[in-house]
C-alpha cells in the first residue's frame, strides 16, 4: 500500500511554532544519557514527601475517594488554605468564591493569562525569572516585555525599570519573589513601590509566590497582603517546593471574585479538576507539615552558606540568594557563555547545571545551580567544578 503524502504547511498554528522548547530540558536530555552524573539542574526538592502526606492521600483511596471533586478543588482544602495564607502571610480570602486548587502552580499562571489577555496586551516579565512565564504569556495572545535585573542590584527590579517600559497596552505585571533562578527576594518597602505604581497604572500583578516558605533571612512579604493590591493581584503558589510534592502536581490560585471565575471556567473545560487524592494529601500537609517545612528549610539553608562560600573561593561572584533553592553565580570571569559553560561543565567533569540565559533578560554570563541535594553530592560537584573553572580563570 503506499503511503499518502501528508502536506505540512497550516498544520500548526504560528503562535505555537514560534515558541520554542525548553532549554532546560535539553540539559537534562543531555545529563540522563550519561554516566557518574551530579545535577544541579532539577528545581524540586531532594526530599520524599514527608510520611503523613503520603499516608492522607493512600487513607483517602482507601476509603474511597475517588471520584471528581468539585472543580474549584475540595472545599475543605480550601478553606485550609485560606486559614494557612492568612496565619502564615496576612492575605485574608474567601474559600468559596476567592480559592482555585489548580494542577501545579504552572496551570494557575496559563489560566490567569488566558483569563485576562486580549491579543496584543503587554505583560512585563521581570527577569531572570521562570521559564514558562513569557511563552504561557504568548501563548494567550499576550506579548512578553521583559525587564532585566542585575547582581549589582542583588537581582531586585525597581518601579523605575518598570515604569520605563510600560505602554498604552501594558495590563499586566509578572514577579516572582523569591526567585527562580536567582534566589532574590523583596523587602516590603521594595514592594511597596512597584504596588503604587500598579494602582497608577491600573495594572493586574502575578505574584508567583511558590517559594514563599524558603525564604532565609526575612519573612516572606506576600504582594496581596499590601495595601490596595488584593483587588488586581493573581496570587499563585502551590505545594511542590516547600512540601516536597512535585510529582503530586497541585497548586492554587487566589484572586479576586471576577478574575476567579474566569480562570474557574478556563478550568473547568481543560481540566475539570485537580486530583482529588492529591487534595488530600495536600490537606494534610497543611494541617501538619510545618514542622517538616522547618527542617527541610533549615537543611537548604545550611547548603546555601556551603554553596555559597564555594563559589567565592573558585573566584565566581555570587549574590547570595535570601530564598529558594538556587544559586546564580557569574561566569563571565571565565570568558565562556552560559551555554559554553554548561556544556563544556557536563562533558569534562560530569556536573549538570542550567545556563542562565535560558531565564530571559539577564541571565546571560550566570549559570543556574540547584542546592536542592545532598551536601556529599554539592561538595564533590563543587570540587568538580573548581578544577574545572580553574583551567579559564
Known amino acids: 500500500?503506499?503511503?499518502?503524502?501528508?502536506?505540512?504547511?497550516?498544520?500548526?498554528?504560528?503562535?505555537?511554532?514560534?515558541?520554542?522548547?525548553?532549554?532546560?530540558?535539553?540539559?537534562?536530555?543531555?545529563?540522563?544519557?550519561?554516566?557518574?552524573?551530579?545535577?544541579?539542574?532539577?528545581?524540586?526538592?531532594?526530599?520524599?514527601?514527608?510520611?503523613?502526606?503520603?499516608?492522607?492521600?493512600?487513607?483517602?483511596?482507601?476509603?474511597?475517594?475517588?471520584?471528581?471533586?468539585?472543580?474549584?478543588?475540595?472545599?475543605?482544602?480550601?478553606?485550609?488554605?485560606?486559614?494557612?495564607?492568612?496565619?502564615?502571610?496576612?492575605?485574608?480570602?474567601?474559600p468559596e468564591t476567592e480559592v482555585l486548587v489548580t494542577v501545579g502552580a504552572s496551570e494557575a499562571i496559563d489560566i490567569g493569562c488566558r483569563a485576562i489577555l486580549d491579543p496584543g496586551d503587554e505583560v512585563i516579565i521581570v527577569e531572570?525569572?521562570?521559564?514558562?512565564?513569557?511563552?504561557?504569556?504568548?501563548?494567550?495572545?499576550?506579548?512578553?516585555?521583559?525587564?532585566?535585573?542585575?547582581?549589582?542590584?542583588?537581582?531586585?527590579?525597581?518601579?523605575?525599570?518598570?515604569?520605563?517600559?510600560?505602554?498604552?497596552?501594558?495590563?499586566?505585571?509578572m514577579i516572582s519573589f523569591p526567585n527562580n533562578p536567582t534566589g532574590a527576594v523583596m523587602l516590603k518597602e521594595d514592594l511597596q513601590e512597584i504596588a503604587t505604581l500598579a494602582e497608577e497604572h491600573d495594572l493586574i500583578v502575578f505574584s508567583d509566590e511558590i517559594y514563599a516558605e524558603l525564604s532565609y533571612d526575612h519573612k516572606h512579604v506576600s504582594f496581596a497582603a499590601l495595601d490596595g493590591m488584593k483587588e488586581r493581584t493573581i496570587l499563585i503558589s502551590g505545594f511542590s517546593k516547600a512540601f516536597a510534592m512535585t510529582g503530586w502536581r497541585l497548586g492554587f490560585v487566589m484572586a479576586p471574585p471576577d478574575l476567579l471565575a474566569a480562570m474557574l471556567k478556563l478550568h473547568q473545560y481543560s481540566l475539570m479538576c485537580a486530583p482529588t487524592m492529591a487534595q488530600y494529601g495536600a490537606l494534610e500537609a497543611l494541617k501538619s507539615g510545618m514542622d517538616d517545612v522547618e527542617r527541610m528549610t533549615q537543611s537548604y539553608k545550611q547548603r546555601r552558606g556551603f554553596f555559597v562560600e564555594s563559589f567565592a573561593e573558585m573566584g565566581l561572584a555570587c549574590h547570595m540568594p535570601?530564598?529558594?533553592?538556587?544559586?546564580?553565580?557569574?561566569?563571565?570571569?571565565?570568558?565562556?557563555?552560559?551555554e559554553?559553560?554548561?556544556?563544556?561543565?557536563?562533558?569534562?567533569?560530569?556536573?549538570?547545571?542550567?545556563?542562565?540565559?535560558?531565564?530571559?533578560?539577564g541571565g546571560e554570563g550566570h549559570i543556574r545551580?540547584?542546592?536542592?541535594?545532598?551536601?556529599?553530592?554539592?561538595?564533590?560537584?563543587?570540587?568538580?567544578?573548581?578544577?574545572?573553572?580553574s583551567k579559564y580563570l
Open 1 to 94: 500500500m503506499s503511503q499518502v503524502s501528508v502536506k505540512t504547511k497550516n498544520r500548526l498554528s504560528s503562535r505555537i511554532q514560534d515558541i520554542k522548547p525548553s532549554g532546560i530540558r535539553r540539559f537534562f536530555d543531555l545529563a540522563s544519557s550519561m554516566d557518574n552524573i551530579i545535577s544541579l539542574g532539577v528545581g524540586e526538592p531532594d526530599f520524599t514527601t514527608p510520611w503523613n502526606i503520603r499516608e492522607a492521600s493512600i487513607s483517602s483511596m482507601e476509603r474511597g475517594f475517588t471520584a471528581y471533586s468539585a472543580n474549584a478543588g475540595v472545599l475543605e482544602l480550601r478553606q485550609e488554605i485560606t486559614k494557612y495564607m492568612d496565619q502564615r502571610f496576612e492575605v485574608d480570602y474567601n
Open 128 to 173: 531572570p525569572g521562570f521559564v514558562s512565564y513569557a511563552p504561557l504569556v504568548s501563548m494567550a495572545g499576550g506579548v512578553p516585555v521583559s525587564v532585566g535585573t542585575k547582581i549589582e542590584d542583588d537581582f531586585k527590579v525597581s518601579a523605575e525599570q518598570i515604569r520605563a517600559v510600560l505602554t498604552e497596552k501594558t495590563k499586566a505585571l
Open 322 to 338: 535570601g530564598g529558594a533553592f538556587y544559586a546564580f553565580p557569574s561566569i563571565k570571569a571565565t570568558g565562556l557563555s552560559s
Open 340 to 361: 559554553e559553560f554548561a556544556e563544556k561543565l557536563l562533558y569534562e567533569e560530569h556536573v549538570a547545571v542550567v545556563p542562565g540565559d535560558i531565564f530571559g533578560a
Open 369 to 389: 545551580c540547584s542546592y536542592a541535594t545532598s551536601m556529599e553530592n554539592l561538595q564533590e560537584a563543587t570540587k568538580r567544578m573548581n578544577r574545572f573553572v
